[in-house]
């Protein structure tokens, strides 16, 4: 069975404030994917990542695939209100599922 | 486009009640899943489709069952109700290419069993 590690599972900071979040596995993927969650809604894609060592870039947001394929992590720049949410690692090994860890829920005070 | 609708949004049920609960995408997409989501315990997969057709079990099968009769619908059912069974649903569907997929969620249904 794959398992995904997320830590913190709670981060509270104030806004400006930069954080990073991590995703680790035991497990080799293929890809690894993130999704960030606001509250009473569903899980929203924020980037897929496929290539060890590969890094992202999002506005504030940057992710990066461990070289292993086995970890990843996400950090925000000056975080502020809006990036509040629980946010989702997400591990591909084919085509058709994926392993979800438990998230890591983000509140930024304005 | 609306994406991944789920009907209903809330539901309250007793012990022993059956319910379906519907997902329907307008994506064309291959894929479609149904996920429970509770405090702590992440997102877990209850059973997938991937065609008209076809469902498989996922995580957390038991005490499920589903349809996949036309690619654009997923329902999920729930024949004798237990407490245990109180969560967030949510419905995905996705399509694959170069070895991945990428889920696109619906809204969730909230399930309370009493």
């Known amino acids: 069975t794959q398992l995904l590690e997320q830590s913190p599972q709670f981060l509270s900071i104030q806004e400006g404030e930069n954080l990073t979040v991590y995703c680790n596995s035991s497990s080799v993927f293929s890809s690894l994917q993130w999704y960030r969650q606001e509250p009473g809604e569903g899980p929203v894609l924020l980037v897929t990542?496929?290539?060890?060592?590969e890094v992202k870039k999002l506005k504030r947001l940057t992710f990066q695939f461990g070289d292993a394929r086995k970890d990843s992590s996400l950090h925000i720049t000056a975080a502020q209100p809006g990036d509040t949410g629980l946010y989702l690692c997400a591990g591909g090994s084919g085509y058709s599922t994926l392993t979800f860890g438990k998230g890591t829920m983000l509140l930024v005070s304005p | 486009n609306a994406g991944v609708t789920q009907t209903p949004k809330f539901r309250v049920l007793k012990t022993g009640q059956s319910m379906t609960l519907l997902c329907a995408q307008d994506?064309?997409?291959?894929?479609m899943y149904w996920y429970r989501q509770d405090p702590g315990m992440g997102l877990r997969l209850i059973h997938y489709?991937?065609?008209?057709?076809?469902?498989a079990k996922g995580e957390v099968p038991d005490g499920y069952n589903v349809s996949r009769l036309k690619k654009q619908n997923f329902l999920l059912g729930l024949e004798s109700a237990a407490p245990s069974q109180t969560s967030v649903y949510f419905c995905?569907?996705?399509?694959?290419?170069?070895?991945?997929?990428?889920?696109?969620f619906g809204p969730g249904t909230r399930l309370t069993v009493l």
């Open positions: 994506m064309n997409h291959e894929y």
């Open positions: 995905a569907s996705s399509y694959t290419f170069d070895g991945y997929n990428e889920q696109f």
């Open positions: 990542v496929v290539t060890g060592g």
């Open positions: 489709s991937v065609g008209e057709g076809t469902t």
